[in-house]
Nanobody
Framework: VQLQASGGGWVQPGGSLRLSCVAS????????MGWYRQAPGKERELVAR???????NYGVFLKDRFTIARDNAKNTVYLQMNRLKPEDTAVYYC???????????????WGKGTQVTVSS
């Protein structure tokens, strides 16, 4: 199973970015998908998660600036990030809770991360 994230990069404060993450490989089903981030010297923290049914939860720091969405048919999760701040600078990791079709076992899968840099 692979999680391939894209959409990171550099943006000025106040700008927007949209991250995408596609899950592929030996997947039977996917439960929750989400995004976490880790800034230098800090612990990894939840950004947002979304279930198959569309229920969401967000990190408390977001204050409605970010929106998570997913396309179940495409095994893809998106993160729309608006009004970005320098403190949003971090590596953003995609995560999926899924069942591997080869083993029929639950797996907690992570992508390699995509860098988001917010600076002027």
């Amino acid at each position: 199973v692979q999680l391939q994230a894209s959409g990171g990069g550099w943006v000025q404060p106040g700008g927007s970015l949209r991250l995408s993450c596609v899950a592929s490989g030996s997947i039977f089903s996917i439960d929750a998908m989400g995004w976490y981030r880790q800034a230098p010297g800090k612990e990894r923290e939840l950004v947002a998660r979304i279930t198959t049914g569309g229920s969401t939860n967000y990190g408390v720091f977001l204050k409605d600036r970010f929106t998570i969405a997913r396309d179940n048919a495409k095994n893809t999760v998106y993160l729309q990030m608006n009004r970005l701040k320098p403190e949003d600078t971090a590596v953003y990791y995609c995560n999926a809770d899924l069942i591997n079709i080869e083993t029929m076992l639950y797996a907690d899968c992570w992508g390699k991360g995509t860098q988001v840099t917010v600076s002027s």
